[in-house]
């Protein structure tokens, strides 16, 4: 069972950067794609980015293109989210996804994701 865990959630200011990031023991990580993901009270969850399995193709949400990238570092298994320019309407639970399936056209797609983190906060507020 792959179980992706997310960490560096937290509180900061409008303007404010933060780095989370993925992690999952599984010896095959490097053949994974992974996805961000995000939900604020009340709405529904919804894409950031996502990367490939070989950090190739990037997709981002149109809300955070310019503002967040994502990268993957297969040695260390590890995957990460680095948020700049961070805005209140950033404010939500913050999911790490990996899948197998999802190409270029599919990083956005949920249903494409087989494991999901627990999430990790992000609260952007002054």
């Known amino acids: 069972q792959v179980q992706p865990v997310e960490s560096g959630g937290g509180l900061v200011q409008p303007g404010d950067s933060l780095r989370l990031s993925c992690g999952a023991s599984?010896?095959?990580?490097?053949?994974?794609?992974m996805a961000w993901f995000r939900q604020a009270p009340g709405k529904e969850r919804e894409f950031v980015a996502g990367?490939?399995?070989?950090?190739?193709?990037?997709d981002y949400g149109d809300s955070v293109k310019g503002r967040f990238t994502v990268s993957k570092d297969n040695a260390n298994k590890l995957g990460t989210l680095q948020m700049n320019s961070l805005k209140v309407a950033d404010t939500a639970v913050y999911y790490c996804?990996?899948?197998?399936?999802?190409?270029?056209?599919?990083?956005?797609?949920?249903?494409?994701?087989?494991?999901w983190g627990h999430g990790t906060q992000v609260t952007v507020s002054s």
């Open positions: 996804a990996l899948g197998l399936k999802p190409g270029r056209q599919e990083l956005k797609l949920m249903e494409y994701y087989d494991y």
């Open positions: 599984e010896r095959t990580f490097m053949r994974y794609a």
């Open positions: 990367i490939d399995w070989s950090g190739g193709i990037k």
